[in-house]
Each structure stands twice: as structure tokens, then as C-alpha cells.
């Protein structure tokens, strides 16, 4: 807190985090990074909730999800690392099998691509790495306004 507060005084930043053991997933989140596990079937469950201010209005059933994607306050975060007010992270846990997949990214992926469009990449492209790259060049092709920032996790044993 105190080191980003020091480098970028009223800026702040996300952070989602996995640790894997054996077959258990655990996680710790801040921010609007998602974290998603990909059933063998491609299938996407969002595991984690965005600390954004458009999310709550969201919830609160102030604003539609369409009307949130254009927001003017889209990015505006409520939970941050970096901001001064004390938080906790929400945390939780998740089974991951043979042949599944997680992935994390920021909002210049999944803020551009319908999870349709995530799940058709996935599906067609078998090959991890090259599925990573087919994304960040959809969500480039379809815009990119922000940056992209991907990791894609495959269970092989």
C-alpha cells in the first residue's frame, strides 16, 4: 500500500492472485481483474467480483450492464491497492481438474470481448499459448482502448 501510494500519490491498482495445490485453486482479489476457471467444455465461470463503482450501480440495479459498458465512470475503482482506506481482499477457493483452465485478465480483455466471443476462441483454439495470443488480438482488432493483460493456466496432470 504504503510503496504504491508513495510512486503514484492518489493512484492505485488491482490484484488477483492464484495459488495452486494439487487439484485446489485459491485466490485473493482487489480490483477488476477478473479471474475465470474454463470448463473442459470452455465453458467460463467468472470466480471473482469487480470492486468498481458501474458494478455496484450494477447490483444496486441503478444502471443495466449495457448502459455500463459505455459509463463514464467505468473504471472508477472502490477497492484498490493504493488507496488509503484499510480493505481486505475477498478470498475463496475452487476445484480445478485435469483439462481445465483459469485465466486472469484485466479489463482490456474481457471489457472488449462478450464471454461468447472469449468462449469461441478458447474452443477453436486448443493450443494455450496460441489461444493467449488469438485473445489479446481479438480484443486489439476490437479496439483495445486499455491495456491488456492476460494469464492462461491449463491443468495437464
Request: glycine share 10%; proline share 3%; charged share 25%.
Amino acid at each position: 500500500q504504503k510503496l504504491i501510494s508513495h510512486r503514484v500519490p492518489g493512484g492505485g491498482t488491482t490484484l488477483t492472485l492464484v495459488m495452486v495445490m494439487g487439484d485446489q485453486c485459491f485466490y485473493a482479489h482487489v480490483g477488476d481483474c477478473r479471474l475465470y476457471s474454463i470448463g473442459s467444455d470452455g465453458k467460463l465461470v467468472l470466480k471473482t467480483k469487480d470492486h468498481s463503482l458501474v458494478k455496484r450501480l450494477i447490483d444496486l440495479g441503478e444502471i443495466s450492464e449495457r448502459e455500463a459498458s459505455n459509463h463514464p465512470q467505468r473504471n472508477v475503482l472502490y477497492r484498490a491497492l493504493g488507496q488509503s482506506d484499510h480493505f481486505e481482499p475477498d478470498i475463496g477457493h475452487f476445484t480445478l481438474s485435469k483439462g481445465e483452465r483459469m485465466m486472469i485478465c484485466s479489463d482490456g480483455l474481457w471489457g472488449v470481448l462478450e464471454d461468447s466471443q472469449i468462449t469461441t476462441i478458447l474452443k477453436k483454439t486448443k493450443e494455450i499459448e496460441q489461444a493467449a495470443c488469438a485473445l489479446v488480438k481479438e480484443a486489439n482488432d476490437s479496439g483495445g482502448p486499455d491495456n491488456i493483460s492476460l494469464i492462461l493456466v491449463e491443468r495437464l496432470v
